[in-house]
């Protein structure tokens, strides 16, 4: 399985990004999806994650109401993130795993990241 992320960037804070991980290999419909971040100098949080046969969902507290985790199609995931704050400022990491967790060390595969950053 691999995981690649893209859709990264710059943005002003109150501004929106997407960020979208294609997944290869083979993707059993029980896996669950996951978003992590990792700001400068701090360890690694969890963002959102979704079950690969949605639609349950679930977000860390800090990004309830402006971020939306979705499946587009059979094989790409995305974080819809609106209302941006520059401590949202971090690189975005999409994951796979079998449970439904917010713990990172429960994750198999990651993908290599993606940059956000939003300025003041």
């Known amino acids: 399985v691999q995981l690649v992320e893209s859709g990264g960037g710059m943005v002003q804070a109150g501004g929106s990004l997407r960020v979208s991980c294609a997944a290869s290999g083979r993707i059993f419909s029980s896996a669950v999806m996951a978003w992590f971040r990792q700001a400068p100098g701090k360890e690694r949080e969890f963002v959102a994650l979704?079950?690969?046969?949605?639609?349950?969902t679930l977000y860390a507290d800090s990004v309830k109401g402006r971020f939306s985790i979705s499946r587009e199609d059979y094989k790409t995931v995305s974080l819809q993130m609106n209302s941006l704050k520059p401590e949202d400022t971090a690189v975005y990491y999409c994951?796979?795993?079998?449970?439904?967790?917010?713990?990172?060390?429960?994750?198999?595969?990651w993908g290599q990241g993606t940059e956000v950053t939003v300025s003041s």
């Open positions: 979704i079950r690969w046969n949605g639609p349950r």
């Open positions: 994951a796979r795993g079998t449970q439904w967790t917010a713990q990172a060390d429960a994750y198999t595969y």
